[in-house]
């Protein structure tokens, strides 16, 4: 099953940047669309970012603009570059696989963005 290694988050000041990644195995990773995920305190996880296994991207309207997903085939990895951060895009960022309209239930254990006003 697949395995995720989230890295990257940190403590930013607000329109600040900070560059995500995620290390993906157990999984032919070109087969599969990825995405990122975030989970802010008292809130259900929400998608942020998709990129199919072609590298076309789709974002939440919350994020557009200011947030870039990228895959590198060759290395297993996704990154989420994110820009102009606000204090709302605090949460733990998770990355995962799409297996077709589903995404795994194997979660990593996520990075941390804190951004402070």
């Known amino acids: 099953q697949v395995q995720l290694v989230e890295s990257g988050g940190g403590l930013v000041q607000s329109g600040g940047s900070l560059r995500l990644s995620c290390l993906v195995s157990?999984?032919?990773?070109?087969?599969?669309?990825m995405g990122w995920f975030r989970q802010a305190p008292g809130k259900e996880r929400q998608m942020v970012a998709r990129i199919s296994l072609g590298g076309y991207p789709l974002y939440a309207d919350s994020v557009k603009g200011r947030f870039t997903i990228s895959r590198d085939n060759a290395q297993k990895m996704v990154y989420l570059q994110m820009n102009n951060l606000k204090p709302d895009d605090t949460a733990v960022y998770y990355c995962?696989?799409?297996?077709?309209?589903?995404?795994?239930?194997?979660w990593g254990q996520g990075t941390s963005v804190t951004v402070s006003s």
């Open positions: 995962n696989a799409a297996y077709g309209h589903n995404w795994s239930t194997n």
């Open positions: 157990g999984i032919i990773f070109r087969n599969h669309d």
